[in-house]
């Protein structure tokens, strides 16, 4: 009884949060605006034309359409949506109720469960994310050794497809670790280096057979014979664009000896990778700069992986991958305080990326790993019209975002946040003294 209570109690929190205003299409004029546009420079005072969701004129002597609705945005800075390049936003509604939790299968091998399958386009948590100026995030699932299929998606829209960038989709995978799994971690070496040899030889064999399956696949296709089908598997079904290269592996790897080992696997599989996490990178940046894998790094928030490390190696991280020609994407890893990530992208910019570079790192350099910076990441003619204006750096926490645009909608500015806000702000005398 008390678990039916919660899960309404948890339903009632999902209307309430996404009640209220809708989003608009239209035409629009984003006038008097200072313009970030991340790839060309800084549009000191312009003009910014949204039409059909797209962004149809940007410039200093662009004149506004006639029919466009006019927002004047003297002294505010238009910038492109940020992009966080791992999350389980929409997967995970209320972490300790277990039936709104979607972000994790049961099983090691399950590359066919779908995040864009999983996600709740009410979640609570979206509005709450994109008033902050994230308006795009790649959601994963996780646990397991393939535990599923990440989804590239915009935070507007009442289905996941709706939501989907170009229907941008990637198989996750745990590579095998050989360190402990924390602190409380005490099981004897030996069975530490036990483990960790069964879960690469599944891991090989799994990719084995990945290979045979789309060996199979491809002479299928080549000599189709409906009386000689081939046994139809999910799991390796799943993997056959990540086994043929039309799709990366996303791979979460940390540690500096894991990623040695990762690298070695994904050249000696001719694997197109990702790399998530890279928790110890700093340590091996020569090395990933040197094979030319993209890494997706965080929490830029966290503590060392070690206690003998400096207080700060979290925060320098991507800057250290950075200076050494590392391809860098940031995340937050998280569901629930994905609106952070602007301070992680701060906090990678204080510790040595730079302001410039950690910008990029949740704009332009995530649209680029995803092979989608033809519609995001930048402000350009011809783009998706996703973007904000706001009254500061959108790295302090000072600076309120003032309009939001994702795909050419006007998002309204209202989440459960603020609703909370107005409501505690000026509240009336409840009960009875």
């Known amino acids: 009884m008390l678990s039916q209570l919660s899960l309404f109690i948890a339903l009632l929190v999902v209307a309430c949060g996404v009640a209220g205003a809708q989003s608009t299409k239209g035409t629009f004029a984003l006038t008097n605006a200072r313009i970030q546009t991340v790839t060309n420079g800084v549009i000191e005072r312009g003009v910014l034309v949204i039409r059909d969701g797209k962004i149809a004129a940007i410039g200093p002597d662009v004149s506004a359409p006639a029919d466009a609705t006019t927002i004047d945005c003297n002294g505010l800075t238009l910038y492109p949506g940020m992009i966080d390049a791992g999350t389980q936003l929409g997967l995970i509604e209320i972490g300790s109720l277990p039936e709104t939790r979607d972000n994790h299968e049961l099983g090691q091998i399950a590359p066919q469960m779908r995040a864009l399958t999983a996600i709740n386009p009410n979640s609570v948590s979206i509005p709450v994310t994109r008033v902050s100026g994230v308006t795009t995030v790649l959601t994963v699932p996780n646990g397991g050794l393939f535990p599923g299929t990440a989804a590239l998606i915009n935070l507007n829209g009442y289905t ?206 995530p649209a680029e790993i995803f092979g989608v910076s033809n519609q995001l990441g930048s402000l350009e003619v011809g783009k998706q019209a996703t973007l904000f204006a706001a009254d500061g750096d959108p790295f302090e926490p000072a600076t309120n975002i003032r309009h939001l645009f994702i795909d050419g909608y006007q998002i309204p500015m209202t989440s459960r946040h603020t609703e909370l806000h107005k409501e505690f702000l000026n509240r009336q005398p409840g009960l009875k003294e």
């Open 160 to 365: 996941p497809e709706q939501m989907s960038v170009s229907g941008w989709q990637a198989v996750a995978m745990n590579f095998p670790s050989t360190g402990r799994r924390g602190w409380w971690d005490d099981r004897p070496e030996e069975e530490v280096e036990k483990e960790a040899r069964k879960a690469r030889e599944r891991l090989d064999d799994v990719w084995k057979s990945a290979l045979l399956y789309a060996k199979i696949d491809s002479a299928r296709r080549a000599n189709p014979d409906p009386k000689r089908l081939p046994e139809y598997l999910p799991e390796m079904d799943a993997l056959l664009p990540a086994a043929t290269r039309r799709a990366p592996l996303l791979i979460e790897v940390n540690a500096a000896r894991d990623i040695d080992s990762a690298i070695a696997w994904v050249k000696q599989n001719n694997v197109l990778a990702i790399f998530t996490g890279v928790d110890e990178g700093w340590r091996v940046a020569d090395k990933l700069a040197a094979a030319n894998i993209p890494c997706i790094v965080g929490p830029v928030l966290s503590i060392p992986n070690r206690p003998s490390d400096r207080y700060d190696r979290a925060y320098g991280n991507a800057g250290l991958l950075r200076a050494a020609g590392v391809k860098v994407a940031l995340r937050t890893n998280d569901e629930a305080n994905v609106r952070n990530l602007p301070f992680h992208a701060g906090f990678a910019a204080a510790y040595g990326m730079g302001r410039e570079e950690a910008l990029r790192a949740v704009t332009i350099v």
